[in-house]
């Protein structure tokens, strides 16, 4: 699909939808309580899909209607043949693999090509290469998962490998404990996780780079209603600094979502806010450059590289490594499609640098490269242009914003899909 963006004036109110994050987890607890449970406030996108799937295959009965998810909780059925699609969504697949793996005796996941790319060595390294098997380019079988009353493992390639194991860890019939060999990165995910699960009256401890699971404890059902996505919050708050005044709504500024630091990190460059209970009211700034962090929050890299663009002096990028394993290398895509405008960018090995742009370069078309964040940043940079730009490969916004357009054109801008 090829979307065409025109300039326009952003000007209104943007309610942003549930956190994917968030979501993916609760789904999770839910399906592993005691008796059923709901949660509200849940537009659907592929990566949810793919994990209530997943979780319907291993015996839960998932049901969603008018924005709520109904869940009935898992039944083992062990004569089943287990056979989970996780498609392109790396948090289905990291997290249902110790679960999976635990209430069944093998498990076959299916994932595209690109996922089953990305790095698994955490739990290779876990299971051992008897049992956890690459059949082809999209097929991995995996057996048996490891119960142990330690794991020993590295968080420094991804959190969600630390969640897949505390969800599992909770339901073992003796105590244990994760044990951190290095720095963990995106530590605001893990504790997201620790949250919910102690929303679904679980417990987990936290001491000296470990984390204390006590056994058999019992997830509780329970209702709740999801809250906003701050990693999608960023796209429009960035639109309100570069384009126009927006307010936006259905924000948790208590959440214990990572990427909610995207206000503190403007602020800190010179954006300006107004806050109420749930909503940010975003002005249109000239922004400073300056040092911008993304260790903990690499989803937030491809829309903060497009702000950089608009600041007065250059942004310096630094600990960018793990943006180059996620749907796409965004480092390198960012780069790739940000020069085509005349941007100077200077990536080095763990930073990156990026200049302001005082005129852009005419360009017909950008790419996604089949990665949601990349085609929503270079949408909102569209906006600002003084032509129209088609966004190649567009649907990759289904991955977590099917929406996304539609929302756009609810702000005034101009958006049509480009048939040519």
Same mark, same amino acid.
């Given at each position: 699909?090829?979307?065409?963006?025109?300039?326009?004036?952003?000007?209104?109110? @943007?309610?942003? %939808? #549930? =956190? +994917?994050?968030?979501?993916? *987890?609760? &789904?999770?607890?839910?399906?592993?309580?005691?008796? $059923?449970?709901?949660?509200?406030?849940?537009?659907?996108?592929?990566?949810?899909?793919?994990?209530?799937?997943?979780?319907?295959?291993?015996?839960?009965?998932?049901?969603?209607?008018?924005?709520?998810?109904?869940?009935?909780?898992?039944?083992?059925?062990?004569?089943?043949?287990?056979?989970?699609?996780?498609?392109?969504?790396?948090?289905?697949?990291?997290?249902?693999?110790?679960?999976?793996?635990?209430?069944?005796?093998? @498990?076959?996941? %299916? #994932? =595209? +090509?690109?996922?089953?790319? *990305?790095? &698994?060595?955490?739990?290779?390294?876990?299971?051992? $290469?008897?049992?956890?098997?690459?059949?082809?380019?999209?097929?991995?079988?995996?057996?048996?998962?490891?119960?142990?009353?330690?794991?020993?493992?590295?968080?420094?390639?991804?959190?969600?490998?630390?969640?897949?194991?505390?969800?599992?860890?909770?339901?073992?019939?003796?105590?244990?404990?994760?044990?951190?060999?290095?720095?963990?990165?995106?530590?605001?995910?893990?504790?997201?996780?620790?949250?919910?699960?102690?929303?679904?009256?679980?417990?987990?401890?936290?001491?000296?780079?470990?984390?204390?699971?006590?056994?058999?404890?019992?997830?509780?059902? $329970?209702?709740?209603?999801?809250?906003?996505?701050?990693?999608?919050?960023?796209?429009?708050?960035?639109?309100?600094?570069?384009?126009?005044?927006?307010?936006?709504?259905?924000?948790?500024?208590?959440?214990?979502?990572?990427?909610?630091?995207?206000?503190?990190?403007?602020?800190?460059?010179?954006?300006?806010?107004?806050?109420?209970?749930?909503?940010?009211?975003?002005?249109?700034?000239?922004?400073?450059?300056?040092?911008?962090?993304?260790?903990?929050?690499?989803?937030?890299?491809?829309?903060?590289?497009?702000?950089?663009?608009?600041?007065?002096?250059?942004?310096?990028?630094?600990?960018?490594?793990?943006?180059?394993?996620?749907?796409?290398?965004?480092?390198?895509?960012?780069?790739?499609?940000?020069?085509?405008?005349?941007?100077?960018?200077?990536?080095?090995?763990?930073?990156?640098?990026?200049?302001?742009?005082?005129?852009?370069?005419?360009?017909?078309?950008?790419?996604?490269?089949?990665?949601?964040?990349?085609?929503?940043?270079?949408?909102?940079?569209?906006?600002?242009?003084?032509?129209?730009?088609?966004?190649?490969?567009?649907?990759?916004?289904?991955?977590?914003?099917?929406?996304?357009?539609?929302?756009?054109?609810?702000?005034?801008?101009?958006?049509?899909?480009?048939?040519?």
């Amino acid at each position: 699909m090829k979307i065409k963006i025109s300039k326009s004036q952003a000007m209104g109110v @943007v309610e942003i %939808i #549930a =956190s +994917k994050s968030y979501v993916h *987890r609760a &789904l999770i607890a839910a399906a592993l309580a005691n008796s $059923k449970s709901i949660i509200t406030n849940v537009d659907l996108n592929d990566d949810i899909i793919r994990t209530l799937e997943g979780l319907n295959v291993l015996g839960a009965n998932i049901t969603y209607d008018d924005r709520k998810l109904m869940v009935t909780p898992i039944i083992v059925d062990k004569q089943k043949k287990i056979v989970i699609n996780a498609h392109e969504s790396g948090s289905t697949l990291r997290f249902l693999i110790p679960l999976a793996t635990y209430l069944y005796d093998e @498990v076959i996941f %299916i #994932a =595209s +090509k690109d996922l089953l790319a *990305r790095p &698994l060595d955490v739990y290779l390294d876990l299971y051992g $290469k008897d049992k956890f098997t690459y059949l082809d380019e999209n097929t991995l079988l995996v057996k048996g998962f490891p119960k142990q009353s330690e794991y020993h493992i590295l968080g420094n390639i991804s959190s969600q490998f630390i969640t897949g194991l505390l969800f599992t860890l909770s339901l073992m019939e003796f105590d244990s404990k994760i044990v951190l060999t290095s720095e963990l990165a995106s530590k605001p995910y893990v504790d997201m996780t620790l949250a919910i699960m102690e929303e679904f009256g679980l417990e987990v401890k936290l001491a000296n780079n470990q984390y204390l699971v006590s056994a058999n404890q019992t997830y509780i059902g $329970k209702a709740l209603m999801a809250e906003g996505d701050f990693s999608q919050a960023a796209f429009f708050t960035v639109l309100g600094i570069i384009n126009n005044d927006l307010k936006i709504k259905n924000l948790n500024f208590n959440s214990m979502q990572g990427d909610k630091q995207i206000f503190p990190i403007l602020e800190a460059l010179g954006a300006k806010f107004t806050y109420d209970d749930n909503s940010v009211s975003v002005y249109k700034t000239t922004i400073k450059g300056g040092l911008v962090d993304l260790n903990d929050i690499p989803d937030l890299g491809p829309i903060l590289f497009v702000l950089a663009l608009f600041a007065t002096s250059e942004t310096r990028f630094i600990n960018i490594e793990r943006l180059r394993i996620k749907e796409s290398d965004r480092v390198g895509a960012m780069e790739t499609e940000l020069k085509k405008f005349g941007a100077k960018i200077l990536v080095m090995d763990n930073e990156m640098i990026v200049y302001p742009l005082a005129k852009f370069n005419y360009v017909a078309s950008v790419d996604s490269h089949n990665d949601h964040r990349i085609a929503m940043a270079l949408s909102i940079l569209a906006t600002c242009l003084e032509y129209d730009l088609v966004i190649e490969n567009a649907e990759a916004v289904n991955k977590s914003f099917p929406s996304f357009f539609t929302e756009l054109s609810k702000l005034n801008i101009k958006v049509s899909e480009d048939t040519r």
